[in-house]
């Protein structure tokens, strides 16, 4: 990553803050209303596109410096940014959980 100063630096987390993925495996129709947020883009997927090629215009900009972030091992630079819309957001479906007590007789059933 090129030298950065504070202020712009602040304005660039701001817009991937606000940025989700508008199609694709992560867009709308996966993560309604509006993609998943591209800060919680699996860095598989962000290299998939890396090697692919990055949309066109500042979508694909602002993937390219999420991947950079991830890449260097700082994902949690986006732990504030997560923890202001409630944690992080992902598709997988949460599982029931069943807790089993056992009986009287010591097993479970």
């Known amino acids: ?43 598989e997927y962000l290299s998939w596109f890396h090697d692919r090629g990055f949309p066109k215009g ?15 091992g700082m994902d949690s630079l986006f732990d504030p940014i997560r923890q202001a819309v409630g944690g992080r957001v992902t598709l997988r479906k949460k599982r029931k959980r069943e807790v089993r007590f056992p009986d009287e007789g010591g097993s479970v059933g």
């Open 58 to 72: 500042r979508l694909g900009e602002l993937m390219a410096v999420v991947l950079e972030v991830k890449a260097v």
């Open 1 to 43: 990553m090129t030298e950065i100063d504070r202020e712009d630096f602040r304005n660039l987390l701001d817009e991937i803050s606000r940025t989700r993925m508008p199609f694709g495996k992560f867009g709308r129709e996966a993560c309604p209303p509006a993609g998943m947020p591209i800060y919680d883009l699996p860095i």
